[in-house]
Nanobody, 122 residues
Framework: VQLQASGGGLVQAGGSLRLSCAASGRTFSTLTMGWFRQAPGKGRDIVAAINWNGGRTYNADSVKGRFTISRDNAKNAVYLQMNSLKPEDTAVYYC????????????????WGQGTQVTVSS
């Protein structure tokens, strides 16, 4: 599975961004997809995840009510809508995929994209 994340950029606090992740190489509709982020000097943490048909989602406490994960299996894509952005959301954001159900740890994911930088200025 090849994953390509895009949509990052520089935004002011309170603004919005939409990240996209395009997948290829395997039946996308069978995969659980996740978004992770890694700030400088910190570990990689889950932001959100969505199961194969979009029927279940997971959101980290730090982004609940602000970020929304969604997917379009017809387009082999997963999205992360980020609203009310804060400076502490600044990080490299990665999309990832796994065969089984939603899991919160990065080590549980088998496939990774290259990451896209999100910078939120105060």
């Amino acid at each position: 599975v090849q994953l390509q994340a895009s949509g990052g950029g520089l935004v002011q606090a309170g603004g919005s961004l939409r990240l996209s992740c395009a997948a290829s190489g395997r039946t996308f509709s069978t995969l659980t997809m996740g978004w992770f982020r890694q700030a400088p000097g910190k570990g990689r943490d889950i932001v959100a995840a969505i199961n194969w048909n979009g029927g279940r989602t997971y959101n980290a406490d730090s982004v609940k009510g602000r970020f929304t994960i969604s997917r379009d299996n017809a387009k082999n894509a997963v999205y992360l809508q980020m609203n009310s952005l804060k400076p502490e959301d600044t990080a490299v954001y990665y999309c990832a995929a796994r065969t089984f159900d939603i899991a919160p740890t990065p080590g549980s994911y088998d496939y990774w994209g290259q990451g896209t930088q999100v910078t939120v200025s105060s």
